[in-house]
């Protein structure tokens, strides 16, 4: 476990349910990825992301799909691509990303607590 962290400071991590609206194949990538367009809602809008998930999914079988993500970070420049906001995801047992998303679903946009 990491150091341990305060209430407010976790409430700092926006965290928010997003539905994939375009998915693309980004062979500029260093590692393998996949160029993101998430629907966060008529509050946030949509956020792009580039997320190394080549191993599970690919980008035709994204379109729909709810994810969540942190919409707050700063913007982050990867190659050519500005990703916007980091798709949250776990590592299986040979550390490829797993996409985390809500097990029923719920409105775009809606805040993880």
């Not at 691509?81 to 299986?92: I, Y």
Request: neutral net charge; charged residues 25%.
């Amino acid at each position: 476990m990491t150091d341990r962290i305060g209430f407010d400071d976790f409430m700092k991590v926006d965290i928010r349910t997003g539905t994939v609206t375009r998915a693309e194949a980004f062979p500029e990538a260093r590692k393998p990825a996949i160029k993101l367009w998430v629907d966060f809602g008529p509050e946030i809008g949509e956020l792009k992301s580039s997320a190394q998930i080549t191993c599970h999914y690919a980008p035709e079988t994204l379109v729909g799909r709810q994810v969540m993500a942190v919409v707050n970070f700063p913007p982050r420049q990867i190659g050519k691509f500005m990703s916007q906001c980091l798709v949250l995801g776990a590592p299986d047992r040979n550390g490829e990303v797993v996409l985390l998303r809500p097990d029923q679903e719920v409105p775009n946009g809606a805040r993880m607590f």
